[in-house]
Protein backbone atom coordinates (compact mmCIF):
# COMPACT_ATOMS: atom_id res chain seq x y z
CA UNK A 1 0.00 0.00 0.00
CA UNK A 2 1.57 3.54 -0.73
CA UNK A 3 1.68 6.17 2.43
CA UNK A 4 -0.93 8.77 1.86
CA UNK A 5 1.86 11.30 2.06
CA UNK A 6 3.42 10.07 -0.96
CA UNK A 7 -0.07 10.85 -2.81
CA UNK A 8 -0.19 14.06 -1.67
CA UNK A 9 2.68 15.08 -2.61
CA UNK A 10 2.31 13.86 -5.74
CA UNK A 11 -1.10 15.17 -6.07
CA UNK A 12 0.68 18.71 -4.93
CA UNK A 13 2.99 18.28 -7.87
CA UNK A 14 0.79 17.67 -10.00
CA UNK A 15 -1.46 20.86 -9.27
CA UNK A 16 1.84 22.88 -9.42
CA UNK A 17 2.78 21.93 -12.54
CA UNK A 18 -0.77 22.42 -13.63
CA UNK A 19 -0.89 25.75 -12.05
CA UNK A 20 2.30 27.08 -13.87
CA UNK A 21 1.27 25.43 -17.15
CA UNK A 22 -1.69 27.83 -17.09
CA UNK A 23 -0.05 30.95 -16.25
CA UNK A 24 2.51 29.99 -18.78
CA UNK A 25 -0.35 29.51 -21.04
CA UNK A 26 -2.12 32.97 -20.18
CA UNK A 27 0.56 35.03 -20.71
CA UNK A 28 1.36 33.03 -24.32
CA UNK A 29 -2.41 33.67 -25.39
CA UNK A 30 -2.08 37.43 -24.78
CA UNK A 31 0.38 37.86 -27.90
CA UNK A 32 -1.24 35.11 -30.10
CA UNK A 33 -3.13 35.80 -33.10
CA UNK A 34 -6.81 34.39 -32.26
CA UNK A 35 -7.39 33.84 -35.76
CA UNK A 36 -4.49 30.93 -36.18
CA UNK A 37 -6.25 28.79 -33.39
CA UNK A 38 -8.14 27.75 -36.94
CA UNK A 39 -5.57 25.28 -38.24
CA UNK A 40 -7.73 24.44 -41.23
CA UNK A 41 -10.82 21.93 -42.08
CA UNK A 42 -8.64 18.59 -42.76
CA UNK A 43 -8.95 16.18 -39.55
CA UNK A 44 -5.24 15.69 -38.52
CA UNK A 45 -6.34 12.40 -37.10
CA UNK A 46 -8.41 11.04 -39.29
CA UNK A 47 -7.59 11.98 -42.22
CA UNK A 48 -4.25 11.57 -42.38
CA UNK A 49 -3.92 8.76 -44.17
CA UNK A 50 -5.72 11.11 -46.99
CA UNK A 51 -2.65 13.00 -46.82
CA UNK A 52 0.27 10.75 -47.04
CA UNK A 53 2.81 11.22 -49.74
CA UNK A 54 4.02 8.65 -52.47
CA UNK A 55 6.92 6.24 -52.24
CA UNK A 56 10.04 7.65 -53.02
CA UNK A 57 11.37 4.25 -54.28
CA UNK A 58 8.43 3.00 -56.38
CA UNK A 59 5.94 6.00 -56.06
CA UNK A 60 2.95 3.84 -54.94
CA UNK A 61 1.02 4.65 -51.93
CA UNK A 62 2.17 2.65 -49.11
CA UNK A 63 -0.45 0.58 -46.75
CA UNK A 64 -0.89 0.47 -42.71
CA UNK A 65 0.46 -2.53 -41.37
CA UNK A 66 -0.26 -2.68 -37.68
CA UNK A 67 -1.72 -5.41 -34.40
CA UNK A 68 -3.43 -2.92 -33.20
CA UNK A 69 -0.78 -1.82 -30.18
CA UNK A 70 1.66 -0.76 -33.01
CA UNK A 71 1.19 0.30 -36.30
CA UNK A 72 3.66 1.27 -39.34
CA UNK A 73 3.44 2.46 -43.11
CA UNK A 74 4.91 0.09 -45.07
CA UNK A 75 5.24 0.25 -48.69
CA UNK A 76 4.94 -3.02 -51.23
CA UNK A 77 8.49 -2.07 -52.54
CA UNK A 78 9.37 -2.84 -48.94
CA UNK A 79 10.48 0.61 -47.63
CA UNK A 80 8.70 1.07 -43.90
CA UNK A 81 8.97 3.94 -41.43
CA UNK A 82 9.21 3.82 -38.06
CA UNK A 83 6.41 2.34 -36.07
CA UNK A 84 3.98 4.28 -33.89
CA UNK A 85 1.06 3.80 -31.08
CA UNK A 86 -1.41 5.54 -33.01
CA UNK A 87 -2.75 5.24 -36.89
CA UNK A 88 -2.16 8.86 -37.58
CA UNK A 89 1.00 8.95 -36.05
CA UNK A 90 2.15 5.86 -38.22
CA UNK A 91 1.02 8.16 -41.54
CA UNK A 92 3.21 10.86 -40.51
CA UNK A 93 6.41 9.12 -39.25
CA UNK A 94 6.26 8.02 -43.28
CA UNK A 95 5.63 11.62 -44.69
CA UNK A 96 8.58 12.75 -42.63
CA UNK A 97 10.99 10.06 -43.65
CA UNK A 98 13.05 10.11 -46.54
CA UNK A 99 10.98 6.83 -47.83
CA UNK A 100 8.51 9.36 -48.89
CA UNK A 101 8.45 12.04 -51.75
CA UNK A 102 7.44 15.76 -50.05
CA UNK A 103 5.11 17.73 -51.52
CA UNK A 104 5.40 21.53 -51.32
CA UNK A 105 5.01 23.09 -47.47
CA UNK A 106 2.27 25.36 -49.53
CA UNK A 107 0.08 22.46 -49.97
CA UNK A 108 -0.29 21.15 -46.70
CA UNK A 109 -3.55 21.67 -45.87
CA UNK A 110 -3.05 23.34 -42.02
CA UNK A 111 -2.45 26.54 -41.07
CA UNK A 112 -2.73 28.54 -44.15
CA UNK A 113 0.50 28.89 -44.92
CA UNK A 114 0.53 28.89 -48.68
CA UNK A 115 -0.31 32.46 -49.19
CA UNK A 116 3.12 33.79 -47.52
CA UNK A 117 6.33 33.96 -47.86
CA UNK A 118 9.05 31.57 -46.26
CA UNK A 119 10.05 34.28 -43.85
CA UNK A 120 6.18 34.62 -42.72
CA UNK A 121 6.15 30.98 -43.04
CA UNK A 122 8.49 30.34 -40.58
CA UNK A 123 7.33 32.60 -38.03
CA UNK A 124 4.10 31.42 -37.91
CA UNK A 125 4.49 28.11 -37.83
CA UNK A 126 7.20 28.30 -34.79
CA UNK A 127 4.68 30.52 -32.72
CA UNK A 128 1.63 27.44 -33.73
CA UNK A 129 4.13 24.82 -32.56
CA UNK A 130 4.74 26.68 -29.29
CA UNK A 131 1.15 27.14 -28.94
CA UNK A 132 0.43 23.72 -29.65
CA UNK A 133 3.22 22.41 -27.45
CA UNK A 134 1.31 24.42 -24.78
CA UNK A 135 -2.04 23.77 -25.04
CA UNK A 136 -1.68 19.44 -25.13
CA UNK A 137 0.87 19.88 -22.04
CA UNK A 138 -1.63 22.23 -20.25
CA UNK A 139 -4.59 19.48 -21.47
CA UNK A 140 -2.36 16.71 -20.50
CA UNK A 141 -1.65 18.00 -17.20
CA UNK A 142 -5.42 18.62 -16.90
CA UNK A 143 -6.36 15.47 -17.37
CA UNK A 144 -3.94 14.05 -15.07
CA UNK A 145 -5.06 16.23 -12.58
CA UNK A 146 -8.46 14.60 -12.91
CA UNK A 147 -10.36 17.17 -15.10
CA UNK A 148 -12.35 16.29 -17.76
CA UNK A 149 -10.32 16.70 -21.06
CA UNK A 150 -11.11 14.16 -23.76
CA UNK A 151 -8.56 11.50 -25.34
CA UNK A 152 -9.89 12.49 -28.75
CA UNK A 153 -9.13 15.74 -28.03
CA UNK A 154 -5.61 15.31 -26.58
CA UNK A 155 -4.48 13.49 -29.78
CA UNK A 156 -6.06 16.07 -32.12
CA UNK A 157 -3.85 18.65 -30.63
CA UNK A 158 -0.83 16.44 -30.46
CA UNK A 159 -1.35 15.50 -34.43
CA UNK A 160 -1.87 19.15 -35.06
CA UNK A 161 1.70 19.55 -33.56
CA UNK A 162 3.23 16.88 -35.26
CA UNK A 163 1.87 18.36 -38.29
CA UNK A 164 3.15 21.66 -37.63
CA UNK A 165 6.87 20.04 -36.86
CA UNK A 166 6.52 18.42 -40.43
CA UNK A 167 5.50 21.81 -41.79
CA UNK A 168 8.77 23.34 -40.29
CA UNK A 169 10.91 20.42 -41.62
CA UNK A 170 9.59 21.06 -45.09
CA UNK A 171 9.82 24.59 -44.99
CA UNK A 172 13.41 24.27 -44.07
CA UNK A 173 14.51 21.52 -46.52
CA UNK A 174 13.07 23.54 -49.43
CA UNK A 175 13.46 27.08 -48.72
CA UNK A 176 15.42 29.14 -51.18
CA UNK A 177 16.84 31.66 -48.39
CA UNK A 178 19.31 29.09 -47.82
CA UNK A 179 22.60 29.95 -46.24
CA UNK A 180 25.63 29.46 -48.32
CA UNK A 181 27.96 27.23 -46.75
CA UNK A 182 31.54 28.56 -46.42
CA UNK A 183 34.50 27.43 -48.67
CA UNK A 184 38.04 27.91 -47.64
CA UNK A 185 40.12 29.56 -49.82
CA UNK A 186 43.57 28.34 -50.37
CA UNK A 187 45.16 31.53 -49.10
CA UNK A 188 43.46 31.37 -45.59
CA UNK A 189 45.47 27.66 -45.54
CA UNK A 190 45.00 25.18 -42.51
CA UNK A 191 45.04 26.73 -38.80
CA UNK A 192 46.57 23.32 -37.55
CA UNK A 193 49.55 23.54 -39.90
Request: glycine share 6%; proline share 5%.
Amino acid sequence: MIPTASISSLHIAREQRLAALQSRFEQHRLTFPAEWCDYGSDDPVHDAEHLVNCCAGCGALPQLVGDGVTWTATCACDAQAPAAKMRWQAWLQWNRSPLSVDPSWRDLPFFFVAGLDEDDARNKLARLREHLELRSNLEGARRVCGHRVGSGYLQRLKAYHGWCCYAQELLKRQSTAQAPVPTRSRSQGSRHA
